[in-house]
């Protein structure tokens, strides 16, 4: 597929709107489906899964994933153009009967052998998502994955190296809650975080990671809290919940991280602006210090 790029930007248009389409292939639904279901389903993807915007623009995947040769849209009239594009107005697509879906050849291969559609997925997932909200995704799509799925490799390996150097770092606890657990001499439950995602580019360096236990990592990775220039932790104001909250989120509102053990392992201030523009999901809960951005 080609995705949209600019500096940085995350553009999970096209792969939401492939993820959906396989849950539905799969489901046993028609190939083809109609325009006013996918709008509904790929906007609440992309408000979930997405950066936040002020609109989100479901028909720009729907219509440009042809170019790719994969998908094919049909439509019961000529659809009119909006201005200096070739790309038919929304309205023009939920009002004219339109439908999309994959081609006929990759529809029949992919309801013939269903596991092919799981390696597209894992493949999808790995190039524009961190693994953390992979389950999280493949739930939303209706892609509830069989047992012996194969596995494929990510397309850009990371470091290996990677997690020690941050979890040293941070001297080996969690830089949100403290959170420092062995099973035996086993460090159990502490990932090192890439704070701008390893599929927006992100490098595996110590300045873009945090070591966060495995809640705060899927937290941070789906946008619920993010970290200032300051290194205080930001909530968002979407964010909200009962047992728990309190404890495990709430009180960090507004609050410092945990240092790592030196100056040059902080966190670096072009990582926590993509993070706060590409994934946070702003704005903040009320009650921060201003000038924290």
């Not at 968002?236 to 945990?258: C, D, T």
């Amino acid at each position: 597929m080609q995705i949209w790029r600019r500096a940085g930007e995350r553009a999970p248009h096209k792969p939401l709107l492939v993820l959906f389409a396989l849950g539905r292939l799969l489901a046993g639904h028609e190939r083809l489906t109609s325009y006013r279901e996918i709008d509904d389903a790929l906007s609440r993807l992309l408000r979930e899964f997405g950066p936040v915007r002020r609109s989100v623009h479901p028909e720009y995947p729907f219509w440009r994933l042809q170019n790719d040769g994969i998908w094919e849209v049909r439509s019961e009239r000529a659809l009119r153009a909006r201005r200096g594009s070739t790309d038919p107005l929304r309205s023009e697509l939920l009002h004219g009967n339109t439908r999309g879906g994959f081609i006929p050849e990759i529809a029949t291969e992919l309801r013939s052998d269903p596991s092919g559609a799981y390696v597209i997925a894992h493949a999808v997932l790995d190039a524009h998502f961190p693994p953390s909200i992979h389950d999280d995704i493949l739930a939303a799509v209706g892609l509830d994955e069989p047992l012996g799925t194969p596995v494929i490799a990510p397309r850009r390996r990371r470091d290996p190296r990677f997690r020690m150097r941050v979890l040293t770092a941070y001297e080996r606890r969690c830089a949100i809650c403290g959170f420092d657990v062995r099973l035996g001499d086993a460090q159990v439950g502490l990932d090192a975080a890439h704070i701008q995602w390893h599929q927006a580019g992100g490098p595996d360096t110590e300045q873009n990671g945090f070591a966060l236990c495995a809640l705060h990592h899927k937290l941070f990775d789906r946008g619920a809290f993010t970290v200032s220039h300051n290194h205080t932790v930001e909530l968002s104001e979407h964010l909200h919940g009962g047992v728990g909250f309190g404890e495990l989120l709430l009180r960090f509102h507004g609050k410092p991280i945990l240092r790592p053990q030196a100056p040059g392992y902080l966190p670096g201030g072009e990582f926590l602006d993509w993070h706060h523009r590409q994934v946070f999901q702003r704005p903040a809960r009320p009650g921060l210090v201003a000038g924290s951005w």
